[in-house]
């Protein structure tokens, strides 16, 4: 087997390793890489869906309240005002979903499936917990969710959500008596819920991953002719030559014309001991003929 032959095989075994490392390692740090950009987008919507909720209950509510008396009107409410901000906001992020989750909501769009009252629950276990990432199943593959609790701090809330008696006449008649009574103080009610599908990140993180490879094996293509060219030009050629001249004077042939080479590595110095060895063999012929 050829020596070049030997090196590619080589250069090809470490290559193939290579790249399998490389590129496990890189698809793993991409796709953590590529989930946390989706949460920290889906911390952003989840800050606006909670400035508009303070925002609705400091600022927009007083100023209805008085028409409150006459007709309920649901922009007051801040779980309604972040839905539908949140749900506009859709259009420029078509694969986020928000909603303001709860068990026993006002309004019945509201009420939190199986999988979001787990959430709830761990909120109202965990005390101080403040945020909760977690994956689930869907019928489109594993989404991945954030959520935060919706904690009744406000004794304002109170009004519209202690008894059907203190609440505004309008909001019972729409709602009615059985929907979102019995709340109390310091009470986690529900969970703002972002959720995107999981297949958002993994895509983001395979086409970065296929340019990562793609640029991985340019290089090690480009080292692997360099190395080539380099054993060739520098190793394999000068050891040729030198072969046929050896094959020349081994057959008696002293007037062979000198092995030249200028280097001062390994091939100059194996040259140079060639060179040494021919002089002597010429003397040394040169002797028994006389």
Known sequence: MRLLLKFNLVF???????????????RSLLQR?????????????MEKAMVVSSYTAQQIAPLLATQMKYSFLPQSVPAYSSFEVLNALQKTYPDYT????????????????DWEEDVIQRFRR???????????????????????PIKITNPACLQCHSTPAAAPQPLVEKYGPGNGF???LNETVGAQVVSVPMTLPLARADKAFAVVMAML??????????????????????????????????????DAPEFEVRSKDEIGVLA???????KSLVHAMKMLES
Request: hydrophobic share 50%; no cysteine; proline share 5%.
């Open 217 to 254: 094996a340019g290089v090690f293509l480009l080292i692997g002719l360099a190395l080539n060219l380099m054993l060739y030009k520098l190793v394999l050629q000068p050891v040729r030559r030198l072969a046929a001249l050896s094959d020349r004077v081994s057959l008696g042939e002293l």
């Open 126 to 148: 965990g005390g101080d917990v403040k945020e909760f990432i977690g994956t689930r199943e869907t019928p489109g593959g594993p989404a991945l969710y954030i959520a935060r």
């Open 33 to 45: 890489e590529a989930e946390a950009e989706v949460l920290d987008r889906a911390r952003l919507l």
């Open 272 to 278: 140079e001991s060639f060179g040494r060895m021919r």
């Open 12 to 26: 090809l075994l470490v290559f193939v390793i290579g790249l399998a490392v490389s590129g496990t390692i890189a």
């Open 182 to 184: 019995g709340w109390s």
């Open 98 to 113: 928000y909603k303001p989750a709860m068990l026993n909501p006002t309004n019945p769009r509201d009420r939190a499936v």
